[in-house]
């Protein structure tokens, strides 16, 4: 009789330690995103929902104050993948950082002013405007803005780097800078404070590379699949965002830190207006980068699009039907 419980117990322990011996632990990894905006959504919901670790990855989200903490984070390696559309310039300047994917190939941002200071963009001529930092997504947004209305920066508008867009709604408050850009996910916000709308990005026709996953070209050979898991993951956030409002509604209260239905809303709704299901970088949008970076960097007047992205990945999805998978 005892013996046949030993041999029970050790076929037990046998059945759990070939169980465990199958199991694939969860690959950690740390991805950041400069934005408190409905743009990351697709990270946010591939967190909550248990998305990354279907993937088999185990993903600490970091929160990066601005597109110029992302990139310096990111070609330090770490987080060594983070979404940021402002790749061009620090791949210009050696660093061998890459999109993989994008939701944006247009900035999304629009253009307010303290009341009494402009109702147009014209009118902005010896005003300061605020950007969250040089080299950002909102400066680069502000250059294309100011060069289709004849504005010379720094002559005709002056910068004045104000940081995220809670920073530069207060400092429109406090009467330290007279117009900004906000977000969609901060639009609500602005209107409320009485702030005058000027201009919305997306409808001056002009397409650039905006919010992407991007990493390195050392990180994807060293890690190949750990990438591709990610992509993935990005992938499947964003179909999930499309069919799923009320989970998605959760995550976006969460991590932009509201309860006001309003911002929830708004924000869900442009974020279905404005987001391709296949997120492929815009060749287009980056040479028009390149071409904007060609007085100021000598290397971009030799620069080529394909240099700033890896679209293996992508590639492999579409081979692999799982585009087909997700719409299903």
Not at 111 to 121: C, D, L, W
Not at 218 to 232: F, M, N, P
Not at 280 to 286: A, L, S, V
Request: without cysteine.
């Amino acid at each position: 009789m005892r013996n046949h419980r030993v041999l029970f117990i050790a076929a037990i322990l046998q059945l759990i330690v070939l169980g465990g011996a199958g199991a694939q632990p969860l690959r950690k990894i740390r991805i950041g995103y400069p934005s408190i905006s409905s743009r990351q959504g697709q990270l946010w919901v591939a967190k909550d929902e248990g998305i990354f670790h279907k993937y088999g990855l185990d993903v600490e989200l970091i929160f990066l104050r601005g597109g110029q903490v992302a990139i310096q984070a990111l070609t330090g390696g770490d987080p060594p993948i983070v979404t940021i559309g402002n790749v061009i310039i620090a791949n210009l300047q050696g660093h061998d950082i890459v999109l993989v994917g994008s939701v944006e190939n247009s900035y999304d941002q629009v253009v307010f002013a303290r009341p009494g200071t402009a109702k147009q963009m014209e009118q902005l001529k010896g005003k300061r405007f605020g950007i969250s930092g040089f080299g950002s997504a909102t400066h680069n947004a502000a250059l294309i803005l100011f060069k289709k209305f004849n504005l010379e920066p720094n002559k005709d508008v002056a910068f004045v780097p104000t940081d995220t867009g809670p920073e530069r709604l207060a400092a429109m408050g406090a009467g330290r800078i007279d117009a900004t850009f906000f977000n969609p996910s901060e639009v609500p916000q602005a209107l409320k404070a009485g702030l005058v709308e000027i201009i919305q990005m997306a409808d001056i026709g002009f397409e650039v590379q905006g919010s992407g996953l991007a990493t390195s070209r050392s990180y994807i050979k060293a890690h190949r699949e750990i990438v591709k898991s990610a992509i993935k993951a990005y992938v499947e956030g964003i179909y999930y965002i499309f069919s799923n409002k009320q989970p998605t509604l959760k995550s976006l209260a969460r991590y932009m830190r509201t309860n006001d239905q309003e911002v929830l809303d708004y924000s869900y709704q442009h974020y279905l207006k404005r987001t391709p299901k296949k997120p492929y970088p815009t060749m287009k949008g980056i040479q028009n980068l390149i071409d904007m970076s060609a007085p100021q960097i000598a290397q971009a007047k030799s620069a080529r699009p394909e240099q700033f992205v890896d679209l293996t990945f992508l590639h492999e999805l579409e081979a692999e039907k799982f585009f087909d998978v997700m719409a299903r």
